[in-house]
């Protein structure tokens, strides 16, 4: 149980181009979604936590016109890099709690993530 | 802020031996999660194990075991009878209860096992 599908696993834009990545949970309801970036060989940065019906937060240095996070339903979160660079290029993961929401310990789950190639 | 420290960029361990990873972490916090995830080449995140700081006992899943020193803020995972399917990055994580409830990663450990 508990599972989060990403899509797409792999894309590849025009520079200045938009790239959405969608992050659903199947069998569950997701009140909250981090979106984590993940350079080679580093660990995951958190960018943003995304609630449902509520503006994104975001991590100090994301920026926020760049990186649009919306999070519409309980089972749908999006991530859109807009304008996109190949400084931008990098593995984008999202993960939710496995509850569904805050504060039940459960750990959680995670996307398998997507690999974004600007050109 | 609370930092996660992982010493060991890389290990490598025999097929069927004993391996541990170390993990260290700084918080003002009492109550509080920590994780042991595993990340294959795949790059998909999979739960290693999960401790709870109010429970003494230390966790175990099989052949993963944390040694949990509340004290000394220490979290490391022991690998028995380690498999080839064990080598992946590992990543020690946190996150306070009741909080932002963010996870906080180490910067990882690339675990090798040895044919």
């Known amino acids: 149980g508990a599972v989060v599908s990403q899509h797409p696993s792999r894309v590849i834009c025009k520079s200045g181009t938009s790239v959405k990545i969608e992050c659903r949970s199947l069998?569950?309801?997701?009140?909250?979604m981090f979106w984590y970036r993940q350079f080679p060989k580093q660990s995951l940065m958190l960018m943003a936590t995304?609630?449902?019906?509520?503006?994104?937060?975001?991590e100090q240095g994301v920026e926020k016109d760049k990186f649009l996070i919306n999070h519409a339903s309980l089972t749908l979160s999006t991530l859109t890099v807009t304008s996109a660079h190949p400084e931008d290029s990098s593995f984008y993961i999202c993960?939710?709690?496995?509850?569904?929401?805050?504060?039940?310990?459960?750990?959680?789950?995670f996307g398998s993530g997507t690999r974004l190639t600007v050109v | 802020a609370q930092t996660v420290t992982q010493s060991q960029p890389e290990m490598s361990v025999q097929e069927a031996e004993t391996v541990t990873l170390s993990c260290t972490y700084d918080?003002?916090?009492?109550?509080?999660?920590l994780f042991w995830y595993k990340q294959p080449p795949s790059r998909q995140m999979i739960l290693v194990i999960r401790?709870?700081?109010?429970?003494?006992q230390n966790a175990t899943e099989n052949r993963f075991s944390v040694n949990f020193q509340k004290a000394a803020k220490s979290f490391s995972l022991k690998i028995s009878d380690s498999q080839l399917g064990d080598a992946a990055m590992y990543f020690c994580?946190?996150?306070?209860?009741?909080?932002?409830?963010?996870?906080?990663f180490g910067k990882g450990t690339k675990l090798t096992v040895n044919p």
């Open positions: 069998d569950f309801q997701a009140t909250t």
């Open positions: 918080t003002s916090e009492s109550d509080y999660y």
């Open positions: 993960s939710a709690p496995r509850s569904g929401v805050l504060g039940a310990g459960g750990g959680y789950t």
């Open positions: 994580a946190y996150h306070d209860r009741g909080g932002s409830e963010k996870l906080v």
């Open positions: 995304s609630n449902e019906g509520s503006k994104a937060t975001y």
């Open positions: 401790q709870e700081a109010y429970k003494q």
